[in-house]
């Protein structure tokens, strides 16, 4: 018997499992003393996940192949959803999935990798004058290495109501970075190269200034130190969230344009959010600590406690355990489905 014959008698049980997720949905506690309903709902659960493997390894028509990871997802759900309140499963689909995630998404690594690679090189070529003579001022301009001297020419000092409005200031200018990367996204190659070329004058700025012989470099690194690890991870982060879009627009795997578009904001979402929490944690430190006249070991701490808590989140939480690999392949790799007892509907 061919194998999407098999798959068309089963059609029946998914339709029955596709009625029971509908019922089901918006009861906080679907399966409490009831034995034979979750007997049933297993049994179909099982039925699915075995058919929905027969569909990828035969390769299927990809509207089959999306429909059966969706009834899979929303099933997977209510089967194992926990009794937790809202504000539980939110937390949890923060520190858990959302980092997991964005650990294994392709487009977060490709901007980390473009991004932090560039920053580094051209920060190297820029403080090697000896070895790279003329290096900075090609990239930045007499024009901007003039202002940048002149900017950090004085010591830092500021008081609360200067802190608050150019933390505000901050806020706005970050964020207009921040979607700058993320408008270009979907072009791919645009975005790419907006990010790329943040990063080497962003690199060349920073190196220049480490130089021996510039007089200013204590003093921008007094400021820039404290905020820098927010601020560039969330360049990085806007520009991999708009690549997530533009990867459904020119690679749709089988599906129509659009509906692979939807997919891939969906699975955009948690890095739009994670970029977003970066900008604002960014901007704060930058208008209340980084210009403040706090000694530079305050400000160094800031900043290795920054790295701490973002490599904790992205990389401990975010390192892939079994469970939530699972759960994620069985939602399109798109944490959010869930929550609030909303699942996707067919």
């Known amino acids: 018997m061919k194998i999407s014959v098999l798959l068309e008698q089963r059609r029946l049980g998914w339709n029955e499992l596709d009625k029971m997720c509908s019922s089901l949905e918006g009861i906080r506690f679907p399966f409490q003393r009831n034995g034979s309903l979750v007997a049933r709902f297993s049994s179909l659960y099982r039925a699915a996940c075995t058919d929905l493997s027969m569909a990828e390894q035969y390769q299927l028509p990809p509207a089959t192949v999306e429909y059966l990871h969706r009834l899979v997802g929303r099933a997977h759900g209510l089967l194992y959803r926990s009794s937790r309140s809202t504000v539980e499963r939110w937390v949890y689909y923060c520190m858990v999935i959302t980092p997991q995630s964005i650990f294994r998404d392709i487009c977060v690594k490709v901007a980390f990798i473009v991004f932090f690679g560039l920053f580094t090189l051209s920060a190297l070529l820029a403080w090697s004058e000896g070895t790279f003579p003329g290096y900075a001022e090609r990239i930045l301009g007499s024009d901007q290495i003039e202002q940048m001297e002149n900017s950090f020419n004085r010591p830092l000092?500021?008081?609360?109501?200067?802190?608050?409005?150019?933390?505000?200031?901050?806020?706005?200018?970050?964020?207009?970075?921040?979607?700058?990367?993320?408008?270009?996204?979907?072009?791919?190659?645009?975005?790419?190269?907006?990010?790329?070329?943040?990063?080497?004058?962003?690199?060349?700025?920073?190196?220049?200034?480490?130089?021996?012989?510039?007089?200013?470099?204590?003093?921008?690194?007094?400021?820039?130190?404290?905020?820098?690890?927010?601020?560039?991870?969330?360049?990085?982060?806007?520009?991999?969230a708009g690549l997530r879009l533009g990867l459904g627009i020119f690679s749709t795997s089988g599906l129509l344009r659009m509906e692979s578009f939807r997919l891939n904001a969906e699975r955009a979402l948690p890095i739009v959010l994670a970029s977003i929490a970066m900008f604002f944690m960014a901007a704060f430190t930058e208008g209340f600590i980084s210009p403040s006249p706090l000694p530079y070991f305050a400000k160094a701490s800031v900043a290795i406690f920054s790295s701490g808590l973002l490599m904790y989140y992205f990389v401990v939480l975010g390192y892939p355990t079994p469970p939530i690999q699972l759960a994620l392949m069985h939602n399109g790799d798109n944490p959010w489905r869930e929550i609030g007892g909303v699942h996707a509907t067919r």
């Open 157 to 240: 000092a500021g008081n609360f109501d200067q802190y608050v409005a150019m933390s505000g200031f901050y806020i706005q200018h970050n964020t207009s970075i921040g979607l700058q990367c993320f408008a270009l996204g979907p072009l791919i190659l645009p975005s790419l190269c907006a990010l790329g070329y943040n990063g080497v004058v962003l690199g060349a700025s920073f190196g220049y200034m480490t130089r021996s012989d510039v007089e200013q470099g204590d003093v921008f690194f007094q400021f820039v130190t404290a905020h820098g690890v927010f601020e560039l991870t969330a360049i990085a982060l806007s520009a991999a």
